[in-house]
């Protein structure tokens, strides 16, 4: 079985900087690359925050939060990532990036490393197929906050052999995480259930059934959630949510999947939740 010491993270956005800080965390040498020198800066910010607040709600030690963050390194170059076991692409959730990603980190990595996509809707079949190693090819679909939330969804593409899949969900394991297997679907789990329900929450605002803070007073106080699906859209991001539910309906066919106009239109006016300060809800 392959045996995974170091790790490359491609993408220093939100997901990228929690899965560096867990990998690290879980004592592997861990590079994060991004096109991007201030947001590798960023980054740097983010992790040494995050570890901070463990150390105060006694979590963590600070000579381990200190260790940790020394375990990550910071990267410019891509060929930083040619010695690495396992690389774990983060980017945006958009299929031609990861294409190029791919294509790029294929050629630069020894053969033997793994690849792991984050991605939460994307073929992982198809992304496989843009490398030469298909059978070392899986997803690894984290959730946000990656340092608190315990699922990873470990998606095996058509060709993903036995080993890859059981190292990378002993890898999860190390990390303190929870893994469970699927299968490539579009949506694979998570999102294949999680997606429509937030498209009809949507539709019933769209369509004047309610407002967006009754549709999630309803789930909360209703169905226990611990938060209303419109909150969580705009926690996700409601650009995200679109493109996902592209994927949904381009990979089933199905009208159902349809994202809602209102969807399209919050999204072209740049309204995307809470990276943007405004999407169901204003934030400060």
Not at 95 to 101: A, F, G, H, Q
């Amino acid at each position: 079985m392959p045996t995974i010491e170091t790790i490359t993270v491609i993408g220093a956005g939100a997901m990228g900087v929690g899965i560096a800080q867990v990998a690290a965390m879980a004592k592997f040498e861990v590079t994060l690359f991004d096109a991007s020198h201030a947001q590798l800066e960023k980054a740097r910010v983010t992790v040494d925050g995050s570890l901070e607040r463990l150390v105060k709600k006694g979590a963590l030690s600070a000579s381990d939060a200190k260790a940790s963050a020394g375990r990550i390194a910071v990267a410019l170059d891509p060929t930083a990532a040619k010695e690495a076991d396992l690389v774990i692409e983060a980017v945006f959730e958009n299929e031609s990036v990861k294409r190029d990603i791919w294509k790029k980190f294929d050629a630069l990595c020894k053969p033997e490393a793994l690849f792991a996509s984050n991605t939460s809707s994307i073929s992982i079949t198809q992304l496989a197929a843009y490398t030469q190693r298909p059978e070392r090819f899986i997803g690894m679909h984290f959730f946000n906050p990656v340092p608190v939330m315990q699922l990873v969804e470990v998606i095996r593409g058509n060709k993903t052999s036995d080993a890859t899949c059981q190292a990378v969900m002993d890898l999860a394991k190390k990390m303190g995480k929870t893994p469970v297997q699927v299968n490539d679907y579009p949506g694979f789990v998570s999102n294949r259930v999680l997606m429509p329900l937030i498209n009809e929450a949507i539709f019933a605002v769209f369509e004047g059934v309610a407002t967006a803070v009754s549709v999630d007073d309803i789930f909360k106080l209703g169905m226990a959630h611990p938060m209303g699906p419109l909150t969580l859209a705009d926690f996700i991001g409601l650009d995200v949510c679109l493109n996902i539910m592209d994927v949904l309906h381009q990979g089933f066919g199905d009208p159902k999947y349809r994202p809602c106009p209102l969807l399209r239109q919050m999204v072209a006016a740049g309204k995307l939740g809470r990276k943007s300060g405004e999407g169901f809800y204003k934030y400060p």
